[in-house]
């Protein structure tokens, strides 16, 4: 069975860090172009970062000097190490990918910034 899982979310306050992590299973991670998206509270869903699958990634520019995406080939687990988090990175964070035409979604993290 193909699967996202996402994990790694929580509370933390304005200026500090979390590390979401997307655990894979039935495919591998590094074949395919990977995404994380995040949806706020009343807001669309948007992207934010790219993993291409030759390493290269892509950041939105509201997240770009404050987010980083990896991957780990070992593990077939992506990552997004968040820092200097503000509370209007407030959202579900989930990774996607496209196999064989089928979108795929995790069921999403919560990440809560606030003091």
């Known amino acids: 069975q193909v699967q996202l899982v996402e994990s790694g979310g929580g509370l933390v306050e304005p200026g500090g860090s979390l590390r979401l992590s997307c655990a894979a299973s039935?495919?591998?991670?590094?074949?395919?172009?990977m995404h994380w998206y995040r949806q706020g509270p009343g807001k669309q869903r948007e992207l934010i970062a790219n993993?291409?699958?030759?390493?290269?990634?892509y950041y939105d520019d509201s997240v770009k000097g404050r987010f980083t995406v990896s991957r780990d080939d070992v593990k077939n687990t992506m990552y997004l190490q968040m820092n200097s988090l503000k509370p209007e990175d407030t959202a579900v964070y989930y990774c996607n990918t496209v196999h064989k035409t089928q979108n795929l979604w995790g069921q999403g993290t919560q990440v809560t910034v606030s003091s």
């Open positions: 993993i291409f699958s030759d390493g290269v990634s």
């Open positions: 039935g495919i591998m991670l590094k074949a395919y172009t």
